[in-house]
């Protein structure tokens, strides 16, 4: 019956273009690396999502109607609730697997950006945002915020004192914007706080976030599909030639365990570690806040940036006032997002490089771009710290006005400490290996010649490792063009003496010859021995 039932299906147009890429992704190559889990994490992370938030909807109440609680939770009996908190407390207490639910969602929106920005971190280091994959790193950017947007809105859902905190922040936040502030917070509030944010909030949650994250995960699929993918360089690895396994069935295998772990992973740690406790927190309320309330980890950056400003930071103009304590972080805060999304496009304006690009870098060879990324990151992570200052401050028992001097201190010189640091770091490494590749590795192994002088033995550089050690391919910067009137623009002198800098120290690749094998290659020991001498002292 399966038999008769494969063939009728193989003989349908459909099937014939099913078996037509079955044969296409069995001709295809990917190369492994171990950085391909972090996609496979996402994707687990959006299925558990996805599955979980499927059976949330069949039982929760999106309403910020006031009910009187009356279920089995003897501490909140009596207690005046929205309808949202109240049906939040049933999945826990009521629905058979609830909590199980409940905490796999909650940590799955935990999981997924965390495994984006991973990405991002692997796909800028490796230069792998470049030509053709300019629109693939835009599309994971887009997941990043996708993801930022939904698990923000399903923050504020349970209705509890937790997520009413963070919303009276945002209310804050958005009355804080010059004109049209006040506009902002009724349309997102639907009138005075609280309003119907739960109601506003749902259909985004539902609806807009899982939409808009199929849709950028097909495209990045798609991308992927018709783009080559990209691998480090190795024996037989060029350009024009990919090195590693079948799509179909090896890499789909491979893939789908890892699928299978990263989400048995997930509910593993759902159903033994508790996260959200929103029947420790009580119900929402307008005039009350839970004191020391922490934003969860993807958006400790945004409260961050919020608690850094100065205080009476603010002027009066054209009538109004303006509060740079709210304008400023979101000046701020924006322009970093901007500057990661358009990164690919700056740095090949900068450099001129216009080529499609398979083989990535490794991160030492680009000492700019590194120290450019890892500036980022300690910007991102001072932002992040203090989020959490005032907790800092009580753990460690210092001041709260020390701990944000220092984070303050540390967002404004610590990106510049680290760019020249990395850049240092990344050369002096890139010239370590150049000495390995042009001498051999040091084998600790010390011989007497018959001169009687002692020199160290050097190993030789295998084939594989020669492309591994190898540096970039040449490149210069970018040189000024005069317009046609001979006149240089402001345009091109800054392109150019960036392109200086993104080149600055840079080295040169090696180019194999023949003066390089005897460097590199040095004659086994015993063969440098004398016949007359005593044996090979070495020295370990």
């Known amino acids: ?119 991002l971190v692997v796909t800028f280091f490796t230069g792998a945002f470049r030509r053709p994959r300019r629109l693939s790193w835009v599309l994971l950017f887009g997941l990043l915020i996708t993801a930022l947007i939904g698990g923000w809105s399903g923050y504020a859902l349970p209705d509890d004192m937790l997520s009413g905190t963070g919303l009276r922040i945002v209310e804050g936040i958005v009355l804080g914007i010059p004109v049209i502030g006040t506009w902002l917070s009724a349309l997102l509030f639907g009138g005075e706080f609280p ?22 995960i097909a495209a990045r699929a798609r991308r992927a599909y018709l783009a080559k993918p990209a691998q480090f360089a190795g024996p037989g690895r060029s350009e024009d030639r990919i090195v590693g396994v079948p799509v179909w069935p090896n890499l789909a295998v491979r893939a789908g365990g890892l699928l299978a772990l990263a989400t048995g992973g997930i509910l593993l740690v759902a159903a033994t570690v508790t996260i959200g406790p929103v029947w420790l927190y009580g119900p929402s309320s307008p005039g009350d806040a839970s004191a020391g309330s922490q934003p969860d980890w993807y958006t400790g950056f945004l409260d961050g940036a919020l608690r850094l400003v100065p205080p009476g930071w603010e002027v009066e103009w054209l009538g109004r006032t303006w509060t740079l304590a709210i304008l400023v972080p979101l000046a701020v805060v924006g322009l970093f ?119 160290e033995v050097h190993g030789r550089v295998d084939a594989e490792q020669r492309y591994r050690l190898d540096g970039p391919a040449a490149a210069n910067p970018y040189e000024a063009r005069p317009r046609a009137d001979g006149r240089l623009p402001v345009t091109e002198r800054v392109r150019a003496a960036l392109s200086r800098v993104f080149f600055e120290d840079r080295l040169a690749p090696v180019e194999p010859g023949p003066e390089v094998e005897p460097v590199a290659e040095m004659e086994p020991a015993a063969e440098m021995e004398p016949a007359d001498s005593t044996p090979v002292d070495a020295i370990r």
């Open 1 to 119: 019956m399966t038999t008769r039932l494969a063939g009728v299906v193989s003989g349908t147009s459909a099937g014939k273009r099913l078996a037509a890429l079955r044969g296409e992704l069995r001709m295809r190559r990917a190369p492994l690396h171990w950085t391909n889990m972090f996609g496979v994490a996402a994707f687990a992370a959006v299925m558990v999502l996805f599955v979980t938030g499927f059976l949330l909807m069949f039982v929760y109440t999106p309403s910020s109607t006031r009910v009187t609680y009356d279920g089995p939770y003897l501490p909140l009996a009596g207690a005046e609730m929205s309808k949202a908190y109240q049906s939040i407390l049933a999945i826990t207490f009521h629905m058979p697997g609830g909590l199980l639910v409940r905490q796999a969602h909650h940590w799955a929106a935990l999981l997924l950006p965390a495994a984006i920005i991973m990405q």
């Open 195 to 216: 309003g119907r944010i739960i109601e506003n909030l749902y259909p985004i949650h539902v609806a807009v976030v899982p939409a808009l994250l199929v849709i950028l």
């Open 337 to 455: 997002l901007l500057a990661v999304a358009v990164y690919p496009f700056v740095e090949e304006w900068v450099t001129g490089d216009h080529r499609d690009h398979h083989i990535l870098d490794r991160p030492r060879n680009v000492p700019t771009r590194t120290g450019v990324g890892v500036a980022g990151i300690v910007f991102y992570a001072a932002l992040w710290g203090a989020g959490s200052a005032d907790l800092v401050a009580t753990h460690f028992h210092l001041s709260v006005e020390s701990v944000v001097a220092g984070y303050q201190a540390m967002v404004v010189l610590g990106p510049v400490v680290a760019f020249l640091i990395t850049r240092r770091v990344c050369l002096a490494l890139e010239k370590r290996d150049r000495d390995i590749l042009l001498h051999g590795y040091e084998t600790g192994r010390i011989v007497r010649l018959p001169g009687g002088e002692y020199v």
